[in-house]
């Protein structure tokens, strides 16, 4: 009987004991939670996952830093090269491999994009510089390389037809200057305008008669640009076979030449 009593003793004070280590949840207290659900009478928790996702967000972000870094050093030797005027060689050390490999790295990139626009710049500025000096053949090749750099820029078409007028403003300047005395060249006289319209016609025939022979452009120089346009379309009009091409140029001289084709 006293056993018995003393069994029964030792086995309460074991549920009480086992009760009160339940209520603290004892097995949990090292353990950071995030929600506690009670399922079927008992709390389940959650283990925190956010540092995980931190160190994934800073890992991405060091990757985009290192990649922006490297571009921005690419971009700073395109620069280099760029004020030292190796714009596009040396091969493999020059201005536009640089801002093109930026480019391809990060398209659109701001300082990538003023690099290539400064390098066709720079070629063109050297091609007006050149057909001011007559030298038209250093002129065409500045052009061209401006186009290898960037064959889209507005500005290339501009520069070149400019450079091509300026040609043809000193190729006439030229011939000007050797005052070619031949069948093709006529000259007025400075009160041309001044005359009766009989005696106008009568110094513009022997034009119209070589123009009808040979059906060549002419060149008018004129002091007056009004009076150089009224008489290429008295001439003009004077030949009803075919449409005459001319060319008028603001000269002291009053001359019209004819170029035959």
């Not at 186009?147 to 078409?157: A, G, L």
Request: glycine fraction near 4%.
């Amino acid at each position: 009987m006293i056993k018995k009593a003393l069994f029964l003793l030792t086995s309460a004070m074991f549920l009480s004991a086992c009760s009160t280590l339940s209520s603290d949840n004892w097995w949990h207290t090292d353990l950071p939670v995030e929600t506690s659900k009670k399922q079927n009478g008992a709390y389940r928790h959650a283990p925190v996952t956010q540092r995980t996702d931190n160190k994934a967000g800073v890992s991405r972000n060091s990757s985009v830093t290192r990649k922006q870094t490297i571009t921005a050093n690419i971009v700073r030797e395109g620069q280099i090269a760029l004020s030292e005027n190796r714009l596009l060689t040396p091969e493999g050390d020059n201005a536009n491999l640089y801002f093109q490999i930026a480019l391809g790295r990060d398209p659109g990139n701001y300082d990538a994009t003023l690099g290539i626009a400064a390098i066709v710049d720079k070629y063109l500025a050297w091609a007006i510089q050149s057909a001011n000096a007559a030298d038209f053949k250093s002129a065409k090749q500045f052009i061209e390389q401006a186009k290898q750099v960037n064959p889209r820029d507005p500005s290339i078409q501009e520069i070149e037809t400019r450079v091509k007028q300026k040609r043809v403003v000193i190729d006439h300047s030229v011939r000007a200057d050797q005052q070619p005395t031949s069948e093709d060249v006529f000259y007025l006289p400075n009160n041309l305008f001044q005359l009766s319209e009989e005696k106008i016609l009568t110094q513009i025939q022997p034009i119209i008669d070589r123009v009808e022979k040979t059906q060549g452009s002419i060149e008018i120089n004129w002091p007056s640009d009004k009076e150089g346009r009224l008489l290429y379309q008295i001439i003009n009009s004077r030949t009803p076979n075919f449409r005459v091409r001319a060319m008028t140029f603001h000269s002291s001289k009053h001359t019209v030449e004819v170029l035959v084709n």
